[in-house]
């Protein structure tokens, strides 16, 4: 039964609250996250400010988290988490956040190189069932253009033999692009 | 005896000489790692960064493929693979309706019996014992062990280790007869998985554990990640571009080090394949001796 007195959440901070089950209202703006984030000097808004956005609910400020930079250049490294003293567990917001991004199409330019490579690399994985590192190389230049990129690494890794010319293939590979159907494929 | 083994993609590639190594010592002491038949890629960054339900459901696969295998204990040397993995595995178990889905997913189902084991764990509970009477070179060098992130963190779900100063690494290289420094960029992140779309961070990041490893007075850098190997050995370029000197220090996998204790050739143990060469030599025949560590004590988690 739902209560009469209970409406639905629809501010992002809401949807993060029932998809990940993080609950922004914890954070008390202590800052931690922002000083402890590797790459917060190369965000638009640091953690801690994005929470803030968050918490205010106003469809501006929801707008500008959704097309910073931040979402994209968080690496995953869990710092803010673990330095947290509300454990707000900002990794797992990031990662709706992007998804919310990308499905919106609302993803910040300078992130377009990140995505390019995460796509890249995926693709990998729906093909061959693994990541062929020579396949994620080619197909990221093709996307970002980058043609000139690491130009000398390339030689130096088929020299140490830490490259392979050819993809390994899993057995089952139709279980792999069942998954890919099923997930990030899905026909809505 | 028998261990459940992932290598993941990285160990099959770029990053082949940790799994000679892992290999070379699993041998020696008699250990036979099984892989997982069928394995895919657990998905890294990519997958979790786009869509959950993906991110969920690549794990989930060789974790079923696991258990079908009959495998109880699995070994997973790359940090990013298992930080995968166990964060997989906690959120399956502690999600029902989640669970359900994803085993529909994956067209099998996931029981959830499975250890998972960090290449620390695995040297803790299977290597160390056995080191004394197998060690034959001293390896008496200052060493930095970088532990990176994926193996600390998130300490609720990983329980491996304290997250901010952990110790793990440290005793088995202080046990191989290292001088294990204290230092500042233990659990930093080296810039992970952004090597390509977004140089210039790695470049900063790992120049400052580059950096403060040097300046400390360590011969090398001691590391359980793929992913941290590739972006200070590899990217010694652009990390000597941005602190504006040349550094020769190597990056060594944990296993390599043991492997050079143990007296494995160097070339078994891929030494030749880094970028910035490997040239540590006048290894001194090995001493037991009593050495003054306290096993660090997990953080207590409620």
Known sequence: ??????????????????????????????????????????????????????????????????RSKSIWYCLSCEMCIARCPMEVDIPPMMDYLRGESIRLNKANPAAKNIIKFHKAFLNSIKNTGRLYEMGLIVDYKMKSLNMMQDVTLAPTMLAKGKLKIFPEMIKNRKNIRQIFLNTINKQK | ???????????????????????????????????????????????????????????????????????????????ACYSRFTMVQHELMHDEPLHKRVNEIIGKEYKGNLRILNVIQF??????????????????????????????????????????????????????????IDWAYKTECCGAGFSVSFTEAVARLSGNIVEDAVHRGAEAIIVACPMC????????????????????????????????????????????RHFVPVNLKDFKPFVKKEIDVEKPQNMEVE
């Open chain 2, 123 to 180: 040297i803790d509970e299977y290597v160390i014992d056995k080191l004394d009477e197998n060690v034959k070179f001293e390896f008496n060098k200052k060493v930095a062990c970088y532990y990176g992130c994926l193996l600390v963190r998130p300490n609720k779900v990983l329980k491996f280790d304290r997250t901010e100063d952990p110790q793990t690494m440290d005793i088995v290289m202080k046990k191989l007869g290292a001088d294990a």
């Open chain 1, 1 to 66: 039964m739902s209560n009469p007195h209970h409406t639905e959440d629809n501010t992002l901070a809401g949807k993060i609250k029932k998809n990940v089950g993080v609950s922004l209202v914890k954070c008390y703006q202590c800052g931690k996250c922002s000083a402890g984030c590797p790459v917060s000097g190369d965000m638009d808004y640091p953690p801690s400010l994005l929470i803030h956005k968050l918490q205010t609910g106003l469809p501006n400020h929801e707008e500008d988290v959704l």
């Open chain 2, 1 to 79: 005896m028998k261990l459940g083994f992932y290598p993941g993609c990285s160990l099959e590639g770029a990053s082949r000489e940790y799994n000679e190594s892992v290999m070379a010592i699993a041998e020696k002491i008699g250990i036979e790692l099984v892989s997982i038949p069928d394995w895919n890629c657990c998905g890294a960054t990519a997958a979790h960064n786009l869509n959950k339900e993906l991110s969920l459901s690549l794990p989930a696969r060789n974790l079923a493929l696991a258990e079908e295998a009959g495998l109880t204990e699995l070994v997973v040397p790359c940090a």
């Open chain 2, 229 to 272: 190997h590739s972006n200070l050995d590899m990217r010694r370029k652009e990390i000597d571009k941005f602190n504006g000197k040349k550094s020769d220090i190597p990056v060594i996998y944990i296993t390599q080090a043991i492997g050079v204790a143990l007296g494995i050739d160097h070339k078994k143990l891929g030494l030749q």
